[in-house]
Nanobody, 122 residues
Framework: QVQLVESGGGLVQAGGSLRLSCAAS????????MGWYRQAPGKQRELVAR???????NYADSVKGRFTISRDGAKNTVYLQMNSLKPEDTAVYYC????????????????WGQGTQVTVSS
């Protein structure tokens, strides 16, 4: 019922910037929280940044001061501005959302995007 589509990944040199976008679509009643996670080869998926409706964002310590998460509620879209990128930021970045939708009644579920590759060269 809900799809998340990410964009904006790519290859960048260390110190550079990228902006990721994630648009949610489908039978959405409300989005309670959206966030970004990442998974590097051989490592577990980890939280990068997350923002709840009406709440303050929270960040992984490793990205504080470099990454900024923001939301456009009207577009059901979340962004991740990544500055001062480091080689250790290389990973597949996944969008995640807690969504309330209508399907014979109001239901809540958690959704993942397909992921977008971010590669930072040294």
């Amino acid at each position: 019922q809900v799809q998340l589509v990410e964009s904006g990944g790519g290859l960048v040199q260390a110190g550079g910037s990228l902006r990721l976008s994630c648009a949610a679509s489908g039978s959405i009643f409300s989005i309670n929280a959206m966030g970004w996670y990442r998974q590097a080869p051989g490592k577990q998926r980890e939280l990068v940044a997350r923002i709840r409706s009406g709440g303050s964002p929270n960040y992984a310590d490793s990205v504080k001061g470099r990454f900024t998460i923001s939301r456009d509620g009207a577009k059901n879209t979340v962004y991740l501005q990544m500055n001062s990128l480091k080689p250790e930021d290389t990973a597949v970045y996944y969008c995640n959302a807690d969504v309330t939708y209508y399907s014979g009644g109001y239901k809540m579920d958690n959704y993942w995007g397909q992921g977008t590759q971010v590669t930072v060269s040294s």
